[in-house]
């Protein structure tokens, strides 16, 4: 009786491992030989490579990383990255090695600057008017009659 | 008096944000170079058809160019390339060719093929000159002025319209101004 649910509870563990954030970064782990020179010998720059090459936008299909693309210019990005971060380059370097280059638009979070506060402050204020419609409805509902 | 304001200007701001949005002449994909109005990023590369002679920008200082990225593998570069062979009998501006991403003789090829519109054509061995410059496709073409500055840049293929509406007041500008 022991071993059916054994199965089960294994099934199960295999289920959520599936799903699970390990499980996602077996997926990073697979995707990876798209550099041909593969991992960087150092763990903690690989580290930096691999989240600043998420935080990049491939140009030729824009709503990819470079880190997801297989275009070829997105593994030229990716080299120049990967050379920038073996010259010992901080991450504020290369991201302005890019912007300068390409703009604002080649990254996903770009910097709140005077231009961008619109991007990062509309979710605010659609929280803000959305807050005052429902305080204003909810109000003029509570000063009606209950019986109508 | 709010109830009338409130939704009229709703409806005036959303008109204006699809008037922006939806117009079919824009190209979504297109995006603003920020190399507008700075120093033009050097290059010295060897010439396509001949490895041996080299290909730099430097020596273009002093004059207003057009630097086109093209590549055999491109089909709009294909549409274009009439267009730029007319272009270039008008003899206004030098014209450099940056082969992007390419073969060497599948490039050859098509310049004995199709005819050379080009001064000169560098070829971008390993795509580091096409990240200097921002390229993100082909066909691009970049209007540098005579203080080395890029001052336009126009993406997807060039026409003869393109030319006489988007680059010749830019040259002549660039010229009247320099």
Redesign the interface.
């Given at each position: 009786m022991n071993a059916p649910r054994g199965g089960v509870v294994l099934a199960w563990a295999v289920a959520l491992a599936a799903v699970s954030p390990y499980a996602q970064s077996a997926y990073a782990v697979e995707a990876a030989p798209i550099d041909s020179q593969g991992q960087l010998t150092n763990p903690a720059l690989q580290l930096r490579y691999e989240s600043i090459i998420k935080e990049l936008r491939c140009?030729?299909c824009?709503n990819e990383s470079i880190a997801d693309s297989n275009v070829?210019?997105a593994a030229?990005?990716r080299r120049?990255v990967r050379e920038m971060l073996i010259a010992g380059k901080s991450d504020k370097v290369i991201f302005s090695f890019m912007?300068?280059?390409?703009?604002?638009?080649v990254r996903f979070a770009p910097p709140l600057t005077a231009k961008t506060a619109l991007i990062w402050g509309a979710p605010f204020f659609m929280l803000l008017l959305g807050g005052a419609i429902v305080y204003r409805v909810a109000r003029q509902r509570s000063r009606m009659p209950l019986d109508e | 008096m709010w109830k009338f304001l409130l939704p009229v200007a709703a409806f005036v701001a959303i008109v204006v944000l699809f008037a922006f949005g939806l117009d079919p002449k824009r190209d979504i994909?297109a995006?603003?170079?920020?190399?507008i109005g700075k120093p033009a990023p050097q290059f010295a590369l060897t010439d396509v058809l001949d490895a041996s002679r080299g290909v730099s920008n430097a020596a273009l200082q002093g004059q207003v160019y057009v630097l086109n990225v093209w590549a055999s593998w491109c089909l709009p570069c294909r549409q274009e390339h009439q267009a730029l062979l007319a272009i270039s009998q008008q003899h206004v501006v030098p014209i450099i060719g940056l082969d992007y991403?390419d073969e060497r003789e599948k490039a050859k090829q098509w310049l004995e093929q199709l005819g050379n519109p080009y001064s000169a054509v560098a070829y971008d061995t390993?795509?580091?000159t096409?990240?200097?410059?921002?390229v993100?496709?082909a066909p691009e073409t970049y209007l540098v002025d005579a203080k080395g500055r890029v001052i336009f840049k126009f993406i997807s293929p060039i026409t003869q319209e393109v030319w006489d509406k988007e680059f010749m007041p830019r040259i002549n500008a660039a010229r009247s101004g320099a």
């Open positions: 140009l030729v824009q070829e210019l030229d990005l120049q912007t300068d280059r390409y703009g604002e638009f | 994909r995006l603003p170079s920020p190399l991403m390993d795509g580091r096409a990240i200097d410059w921002g993100y496709g």
